[in-house]
Each structure stands twice: as C-alpha cells, then as structure tokens.
C-alpha cells in the first residue's frame, strides 16, 4: 500500500536525512586520483546500505576506471513490470573551495537546503529513489515492481566504464523502463519531467608555433605567435548571429517543429531568473532563437579554457612554442558526436595558418537523444509527480548531459523517465552546491507513487 509507505517516509524524515548527510560527506571526487579510496567508500557505502533496507545481490563491480553499484528486488514476479533506476554517487572536485560557505563535504542545513557537494548532483536526487524503496520494504516486505539499481561513480567525467558494462550484463540490467532523478525542477512547486537532453563532444587542441619559447624582443614580428593563431582559429568557429561554422555541423540537427515551439514557448521559464543565477545583464546567442530553445533544444559550441605562454605574476617577455584550448560542442538528438568530434578535429587543422602545426585529441563524448513523452511510463511518472507536488508537471527538454539515457536505449532498448528533482539555483558544479530538502521529501513520495502506479498496471 503507497499509503504506508508514505506514512512510513514521514515519520523517518529525521533518519532519511542524516543519512543522506552521511554520503554527502564521502569525496566521491572522480577527477581527482587522490580521491579514489573515498570513490571507493562511497560505492562500499551504497552497497551496505542497499543490503540494509532489503535489496538482493548489491554488489560493486570493479572496472578500469571506477566501481559501478547493482542491486536488485526482483520478487514482485513476472507479472509486474521492472524498472531500472540510474544514477551517479561520483561528484565533480569541490574548487574554488574558498567561496563555499561552508566545508563541501560536511553537509551544513541552511533553512530549508542541505549545502554540500554533491547534494542535488546526484546523491540527493537518486537517494531519495533508494528510501522510496526501502519506506515499501519496511512497510509492505515488498515493492510493487521488480527493480534494479545501477550507480556509477565516474559520470562527472564521462568516464569509459559504464558502455561496456551495460553491453556485458544487458541480460542482468533487463527492464521495461528506466528512472533516472539527475536533472531539474522549474521551480520547488513545479515538477518537471525532461523529454530530450543535449550530447557532448569534448575535445582538446594543442597549437605549436616555434620549437622553443623565444625571446619576444629577438624574434617577435617574425614568428606566427601560437597563442594567436588559436585566437583567430577560436574566434572564427561561430559568426555574427552565434552560428557554429564548422562545415557540416547542422546537417543531422532535428529543427524544432512548429509542435514543439509553442510547447516550449509555454514552459513558465523565467529569462530574468536566468540573466540573475547567470549573472549577466544580456544574453547572446544563436539568432532566431529564444534562450530556452538555445540552451536545450539547439546545439552550441563553449571554450572550457584556454592557455599557454607566461601565466606567472608580472610579466615575462616570451614568444610561447604552444597554446591549448578545451573546447565542447553541445549537440541535440540525432547528432553523432563521435562525427562532430572529427568534423571540429578536421576543420580547425584546415584553418590553422602554415605557420603552426595543430593536434588535437578527443577527451570524451556522449549522444543526445529525445524521449516519447505518450508513454505510460512518462504517464506514471505525471501522475506521481503530481500526488507528490500537488502541481502537474511541465515537460522540459535539458542543456545538459546524461549519457547513459542513450545508452540504455540503444543497448537495453529501453525509454528512460527523466524526474528532476534539483533546482536550477542547486549550484551544481559551483561552489555551495545545495539541494533543497523538500523536493527529496516529495521526491520519495513521487517514487512512491511511480512504482505504485506503474506496479497496478498489469
Ligand atoms: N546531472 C548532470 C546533467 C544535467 C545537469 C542534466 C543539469 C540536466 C540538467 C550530470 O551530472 C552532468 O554534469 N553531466 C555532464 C556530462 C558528462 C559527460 C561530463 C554535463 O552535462 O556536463
Ligand atoms: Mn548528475
Ligand atoms: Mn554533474
């Protein structure tokens, strides 16, 4: 009965909370080597506490790169449905520390928030799937639905573990549908649901001019200076009206239909929200566009960095041998970002002038992909949302980027549901990352309901 199961999750708000505190503190940092004994902790952490509310075989698996958590209830039989819910308990590095209000991994409540890293990104957000959970083990001794878990801890850098693990255990990790919480709420009385999230292409480039710094005064004027040659290659990549201009970078782009334009033209998005938590006065980008089609439903292309030559305090009169850039394309469905990776590679070597030589490497990659919203699932998800939230959810497509929702798909065959519980203002990635703590209460009754209602189907 949801009912008991709801009662069960009020009345042990106190314990779910500290719990969560408790993961929130392990630096389950995946960029950063020095932090793989807590990856470690965090994925052990996952695994007792998965066999302590009453899931079967939870188990880490060790991979090249990071443990990846399974756990399983498959008692419901073969009448009822299974879901399988994602999610990621690796977080990103913590820097700049000196601009978080207090310690990213002592978990500080500040009135109705949990402030530490990786509170709403993602162990807020799929634990509240995991105490849905166990308020029907401890109520019901049984879910409505068989269920699967699967938790990575190498998401935030797009590590390589997880494609091949699905592809070796797809008999393991079958199911009917896949619940993913990593993504965002409009606001704390609005549910949201995503129908599409964006790909990534992530390269590196490395520009070389002279073999050696030079002395700027012996050789400047004389030399093509790499830093500038990276400027001009940079600077080129987009036109006056914020189009990318990388030969064949639109053609697979699906346009936004009529259809889907007046649907996002009706999410309650709020510009001036956006300009305050961007801190900007005015927005740029692609032209023909509104600001939320631009930064969901179009593709863009960002410099994450750029360097090289003299970076020391005060100056040093240097000609540099290189200069680097991190550059990462955004792609929407049906874009391969393996093919925009080497169209980016190919187009920045044939502008480089002749003077420099130009190498480039792709750091990591991810497909975009738009989801069915006529499903029952995406049905289900609505409903529970709405018990949970006491609003209907609005459906959103995404910026950002979950690759595993391609995977599953391509893979498993399977449709994800994608139920934010995060808010935009959450800091993800930037310091004084929070995640507020009445969407986890209502997010564990939305799970609730969602294996409730997709349960009673059959
Ligand atoms: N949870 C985010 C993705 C996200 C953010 C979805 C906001 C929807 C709204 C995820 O942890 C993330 O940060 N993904 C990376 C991709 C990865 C391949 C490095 C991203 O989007 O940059
Ligand atoms: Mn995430
Ligand atoms: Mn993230």
Redesign the pocket.
């Known amino acids: 009965m949801p009912s008991h199961a709801i009662q069960y999750t009020r009345a042990h708000r106190e314990r779910y909370l500290d719990e969560l505190k408790q993961l929130v503190s392990i630096p389950s940092i995946s960029a950063q080597p020095a932090h793989k004994a807590d990856i470690q902790r965090a994925a052990q952490w996952l695994v007792d506490h998965l066999t302590s509310i009453g899931m079967d075989r939870a188990r880490a698996w060790p991979t090249s790169g990071q443990p990846i958590v399974t756990a399983e209830w498959l008692r419901a039989g073969d009448g009822k449905p299974t879901i399988l819910i994602y999610g990621?308990y690796d977080v990103?590095p913590a820097d700049p520390i000196d601009l978080w209000h207090s310690d990213p991994f002592t978990p500080e409540i500040r009135g109705d928030d949990l402030f530490g890293r990786g509170a709403s990104?993602?162990k807020g957000?799929i634990f509240a799937h995991i105490k849905a959970v166990e308020s029907f083990l401890k109520t019901a001794s049984a879910l409505p639905v068989n269920l699967k878990f699967i938790i990575e801890g190498e998401?935030?850098?797009?590590g390589p573990s997880l494609d091949p693990f699905i592809e070796a255990h797809q008999a393991d990790l079958a199911a009917d549908v896949a619940l993913i919480s990593?993504?965002?709420m409009l606001r704390p009385d609005l549910p949201a649901i995503?129908y599409g999230?964006?790909g990534?292409s992530?390269i590196q480039v490395e520009v070389t001019g002279p073999a050696t710094d030079l002395h700027s005064g012996s050789f400047g004027g004389a030399v093509y200076n790499p830093i500038q040659a990276l400027a001009e290659m940079i600077a080129s990549l987009k036109d006056r009206d914020g189009r990318i201009t990388v030969p064949g970078f639109y053609d697979k782009v699906r346009p936004i239909d009529a259809d889907e334009r007046a649907g996002l033209a009706n999410v309650p998005f709020n510009e001036d929200q956006f300009k305050r938590e961007a801190g900007v006065d005015r927005t740029w980008g692609e032209k023909g566009y509104s600001v939320l089609e631009q930064i969901t439903a179009r593709p863009t292309l960002e410099l994450n960095g750029i360097w090289g030559g003299y970076q020391g305090e005060g100056s040093k009169t240097v000609l540099p041998s290189k200069a680097y850039a991190k550059i990462?394309c955004?792609l929407v469905a049906d874009q391969d970002h393996h093919e925009i990776s080497q169209l980016l590679q190919e187009h920045l070597k044939r502008i480089a002038p002749p003077q420099v030589r130009v190498e480039t490497q792709t750091l990591?990659?991810?497909h975009g992909i738009l989801i069915d919203r006529d499903t029952p699932a995406m049905q289900a998800a609505a409903s529970a949302l709405e018990k949970a939230f006491g609003n209907k959810p609005v459906f959103i497509r995404?910026?950002?980027?979950?690759?595993v929702v391609a995977s599953l798909k391509h893979m498993l065959g399977i449709d994800t549901v994608?139920v934010?519980l995060?808010l935009s203002d959450d800091n993800?990635?930037a310091p004084n990352e929070k995640f507020h703590l009445p969407n986890f209460y209502r997010g564990i009754e939305a799970s609730i309901h969602f294996m409730s209602l997709i349960g009673d189907e059959q």
């Open positions: 990621h990103q990104d993602d957000q998401e935030e850098v797009g990593d993504s965002h995503a999230l964006r990534l992530y990462s955004r990591h990659g991810g995404e910026g950002g980027s979950i690759p994608l934010g995060g993800l990635h």
